[in-house]
Nanobody, 129 residues
Framework: QIQPVESGGGSVQPGGSLRLSCVIP????????MAWFRQAPGKAREGVAV????????YHFDSVKGRLTASRDITKNILYLQMNSLEPEDTAIYYC??????????????????????WGQGTQVTVSS
């Protein structure tokens, strides 16, 4: 079964940083639209960033622009989410997802988690003083 595996979550104080990683064993993430979603307790899952294949667009959710940045390293086959200036409101489980067979992302993909067919188990990020 092909499934993303996230890592890098943890607990930090406000203003701190974390870097999340996502690998998909046996799968080339360089061929698909990849995404980071998050879900806080009692809230709906929301898109954080979507990353197209090399040369394609990347889109970030407005509230995280400048603080959370998604990227991919095609040589290592890893998707990253660099998280800086973290706020308590960023506390959530962060999920990596892929839309297999679709190389380019659209901004609308941030709002349609149901269109992604590969999902990881998630990694917890807690921002608290």
């Amino acid at each position: 079964q092909i499934q993303p595996v996230e890592s890098g979550g943890g607990s930090v104080q406000p203003g701190g940083s974390l870097r999340l990683s996502c690998v998909i064993p046996g799968y080339n993430i360089g061929t698909s639209c990849m995404a980071w979603f998050r879900q806080a307790p009692g809230k709906a899952r929301e898109g954080v960033a979507v990353v197209s294949i090399v040369g394609g667009p990347t889109y970030h959710f407005d509230s995280v622009k400048g603080r959370l940045t998604a990227s991919r390293d095609i040589t290592k086959n890893i998707l990253y989410l660099q998280m800086n200036s973290l706020e308590p409101e960023d506390t959530a489980i962060y999920y990596c997802a892929a839309k297999s067979g679709r190389p380019y992302c659209a901004r609308a993909d941030l709002g349609t988690p149901g269109d992604f067919d590969l999902w990881g188990q998630g990694t917890q990020v807690t921002v608290s003083s």
